[in-house]
């Protein structure tokens, strides 16, 4: 199917937000800039206790709110507001370049894709010491500028962009497993296709306070699939043995401090996921 640039096929942009008052704002003044002529921006508040709500009401867009459910509920949500054919999901942190969403919808008006995702996905916060830490547990250089998606997966089952008529089909996002609850693509049965030139930024955690909250989501989302393994991976002193060479090998040995709060946050998710199956972040 090719589409033409009418009213029909008007682009809907939805954002999940919770508890995101430090960056918010970048996101949308970035989110509002962009080049494409024709699309709304949805912003579903999943039950925010910060001042999120309070900033989003000052721009032109869309608010929703629910109960804190999660992101995949929130862009479920979102879809059911929607007026698009093209569905485009931005998480709250995210920075757009200005033709980021020219360039992703792109190929699905040319009727090549489904879905897309970036090619080209940019650390804005690589000075910040955690941020380094943050890339080297994920296995990429400290000062690496891009995700690690961008250095190994040019197909992923995470789309960015996608035909709304393929989301319906599989009735979106699932909205119980919490971590990896934006890989829809798993649910169609087909990968999106990366295009160059679609240029988002986000920020690593930044502090061992955000460290800590992301472990924990994580961990909630790991204890779906061999809990016990898992969790036994993360128990003192195994972090300790695992952190070590990576810090000497970078020179950075708050590293180390950095391995034990983040596997003591996956840990405490993992119990958490276990015992009261809750995976929202």
């Given at each position: 199917m090719v589409l033409e640039k009418d009213e029909k096929t008007?682009?809907?942009?939805?954002?999940p937000v919770y508890n995101e008052e430090k960056h918010i704002?970048?996101?949308?003044?970035?989110?509002?800039?962009?080049?494409?002529?024709?699309?709304?921006?949805?912003?579903?508040?999943?039950?925010?206790?910060?001042?999120?709500?309070?900033?989003?009401?000052?721009?032109?867009?869309?608010l929703i709110q629910q109960k804190h459910r999660g992101a995949g509920a929130a862009r479920n949500l979102g879809v059911k507001h929607s007026r698009g054919e093209i569905l485009v999901f931005i998480d709250s942190d995210q920075i757009l370049d200005e033709h980021f969403v020219e360039k992703l919808v792109g190929p699905i008006l040319?009727?090549?894709v489904i879905g897309t995702h970036p090619d080209d996905e940019h650390i804005a916060n690589i000075d910040n010491l955690w941020s380094k830490c943050w890339n080297i547990s994920h296995g990429l250089p400290p000062v690496a500028h891009i995700s690690r998606r961008t250095f190994e997966e040019k197909e992923t089952y995470v789309f960015r962009a996608l035909l709304k008529n393929e989301f319906l089909k599989v009735n979106g996002f699932e909205e119980n497993i919490g971590y990896s609850d934006d890989q829809i693509g798993k649910k169609l049965g087909v990968k999106s296709t990366s295009v160059k030139g679609a240029i988002a930024y986000h920020k690593n955690p930044s502090s061992l306070s955000d460290v800590y909250t992301q472990a924990v989501w994580m961990g909630?989302?790991?204890?779906?699939?061999?809990?016990?393994?898992?969790?036994?991976?993360?128990?003192?002193?195994?972090?300790?043995?695992?952190?070590?060479?990576?810090?000497?090998?970078?020179?950075?040995?708050?590293?180390?401090?950095?391995?034990?709060?983040?596997?003591?946050?996956?840990?405490?998710?993992?119990?958490?996921?276990?015992?009261?199956?809750?995976?929202?972040?």
């Open positions: 008007k682009v809907s942009i939805i954002i704002s970048a996101c949308l003044d970035n989110v509002l800039r962009q080049h494409y002529p024709d699309f709304e921006t949805i912003v579903v508040d999943d039950g925010s206790t910060d001042r999120s709500i309070d900033i989003i009401r000052r721009y032109p867009v869309r040319r009727g090549e909630k989302g790991i204890s779906r699939e061999n809990p016990l393994i898992n969790l036994i991976a993360r128990l003192p002193p195994i972090p300790l043995f695992r952190a070590i060479p990576r810090a000497i090998k970078y020179k950075i040995f708050s590293y180390i401090i950095f391995k034990v709060v983040f596997d003591f946050g996956l840990m405490m998710g993992i119990i958490n996921g276990m015992a009261f199956r809750d995976y929202s972040k």
